[in-house]
Every structure is written in structure tokens, then in C-alpha cells.
């Protein structure tokens, strides 16, 4: 049962690790990089679709996007849904493919998104700790109901602290990688 609890911990600290990369992946370097359209929704006969489920996208040089539309009909739609889009970059098309120009960041810009990073990973931070309490409540709720015995109690509180550790240092290497792609011109 206590290793159903840790194994559960260990999963959810995992997924928080995840989803800060991919929040990251988002954030935009002054590189291309295909993550930055993930959020991307495109009017597909009138269903909204995800841009690459309808697209393939590559990366031709390292600041350029090119998006080859599988159907070339919606090459103008794509166009929509990439100037509606958050991305705030203007796109240009030669009726076959779209290409995305990224633009460098000022410095200014750059500091602005590291703080954005350092943001996203504090939320990161806060979300293992509550895994970590909500794991240790478990636990003691189980020592209450003599299910386990005092030192496995304590030796299940070491496990978790330890694994909130390394979950921690994990966060923070992916934080301070996104921070050096962002302030390297």
C-alpha cells in the first residue's frame, strides 16, 4: 500500500516535470523550433484541427518555420489561424507553403521571457510540493489507522522528501537550460 502512494508521487512529480518542458517549448527563443505552433488551431472544414495533424512543419534554417499544408486548398486558412494565433509573427506564403520568419529577441525581450521561465518553474516548484504534503498526509493517515508503524512512517517521509529533491533539481536544470537558450544572442 505505501508503495502505491510513493509510486503515485513519484509518477505525479514526472507529469510536473513534463508539462513545465512543454510549457517552455512554447516560449519563444529567437530559434525556430516546430513546439511554438502546438497551440495553433486551424478551421478545417469547419472543424477546429491542430496545425501539425494538417501540416507537416520544418525547420529549413535555424530562425525559419515552413509549413506545407497536406491539402493545398487550406494554405490560406492556415495563413487565419496563424495571424489569430498569440504568436506575433506575420507570416508569408507563396501559395504552397507558408513560412514563419522568427525574429531575434532584444535583450530587453530576453530577460522579460527568462522571467517567464523562472515563473513557470516556481509553478512547477509549488505543484511538487503539494504532491510531496499530499503524499505525506497519506502516509500519516495510514500510520493513524496502524496500518504502518511509526519508522515506516518516517522512512516513507525520508523517500518522499528525497524524490521531492530530485524532482526539484530536475525542474531546475530545465529551467536554467530554457534561460541559456533564451540569453544567448
Do not use: C
Amino acid at each position: 500500500m505505501a508503495d502505491a502512494i510513493f509510486n503515485e508521487a513519484k509518477d505525479k512529480m514526472h507529469k510536473a516535470a513534463e508539462n513545465l518542458q512543454r510549457n517552455l517549448g512554447q516560449i519563444r527563443a529567437g530559434r525556430a523550433n516546430a513546439s511554438l505552433l502546438d497551440r495553433v488551431q486551424v478551421t478545417y472544414y469547419g472543424v477546429p484541427t491542430p496545425l501539425n495533424q494538417m501540416a507537416s512543419i520544418t525547420i529549413p534554417e535555424a530562425r525559419v518555420l515552413m509549413i506545407t499544408p497536406f491539402d493545398k486548398s487550406m494554405v490560406q486558412e492556415v495563413e487565419k489561424a496563424l495571424l489569430a494565433s498569440d504568436l506575433g509573427i506575420t507570416p508569408t506564403s507563396d501559395g504552397n507553403v507558408i513560412r514563419l520568419v522568427i525574429p531575434q529577441l532584444t535583450e530587453e525581450r530576453r530577460k522579460e521571457l527568462a522571467k517567464e521561465v523562472k515563473k513557470e518553474a516556481e509553478q512547477a516548484k509549488v505543484a511538487i510540493r503539494n504532491i510531496r504534503r499530499d503524499a505525506i498526509d497519506e502516509y500519516k493517515k495510514q500510520q493513524k489507522n496502524s496500518e504502518i508503524t511509526e519508522d515506516d512512517l518516517r522512512s516513507a517521509e525520508k523517500d518522499i522528501q528525497d524524490l521531492t529533491d530530485k524532482s526539484i533539481k530536475e525542474l531546475d536544470k530545465i529551467a536554467s537550460d530554457k534561460e541559456k537558450e533564451l540569453l544567448e544572442v
